[in-house]
């Protein structure tokens, strides 16, 4: 019963953070894009989201970069092996803020990005070699990026899953993940 408590209580933070960070961050409720991603992480493991991206409205500059960013609400899924032997399978929903540089005043199609957010998942993470204690978690993503005239980007992202210490042992899973983006 614990257990079910702790899921429970994940998902409605999860659900509170959408609530606050949306109308907060993006400009307006009706997103602007959507991706794929899929990457590999350790321990023969590997992973495929799609989500979506709202854009905000704020730009800023920091160093000779145009500074903006998007929240990204997204829904992953997780493969990685199993106690038996197999595989097994496991699904994440994340909402994450992304700050996201431009150079050259913005004027380059390059970027890089970096955020922190929050994800809970169906179950907590096990494989032989690991185990998450929690199935709320927080993502940690820094990436580089080349957007397309057409409203089109690519991107290579590092991204790192764990609960921060909130409980021991946190081992977290890392990704690299190859990405694709478009504007509806």
Do not use: C
């Not at 580089?144 to 980007?153: K, L, M, T, V, Y």
């Amino acid at each position: 019963m614990q257990s079910r408590h702790i899921h429970l209580r994940s998902l409605a933070l999860a659900a509170a953070a959408l609530a606050i960070a949306l109308p907060a961050a993006a400009d307006g409720w009706r997103p602007a894009g959507y991706y794929v991603q899929a990457g590999i992480g350790d321990k023969s493991t590997w992973d495929a989201s799609v989500g979506l991206t709202w854009p905000w409205a704020w730009k800023g500059s920091l160093l000779g970069t145009q500074v903006g960013g998007l929240t990204e609400a997204y829904v992953a899924h997780w493969d990685a092996p199993g106690a038996d032997g197999g595989r097994r399978g496991f699904v994440q929903v994340g909402l994450v803020p992304m700050f996201r540089f431009r150079f050259a005043q913005g004027g380059s199609p390059w970027f890089a990005e970096a955020g922190i957010g929050i994800s809970t998942m169906n179950r907590h993470f096990e494989t032989p070699e690991k185990r998450f204690t929690t199935a709320f978690n927080f993502v940690d993503v820094l990436g580089i990026g080349r957007s397309f005239g057409n409203g089109q980007e690519i991107g290579v992202r590092a991204q790192h899953v764990s609960n921060a210490g909130i409980r021991s042992p946190n081992p977290g899973q890392n990704f690299l993940q190859l990405r694709y983006g478009a504007a509806f």
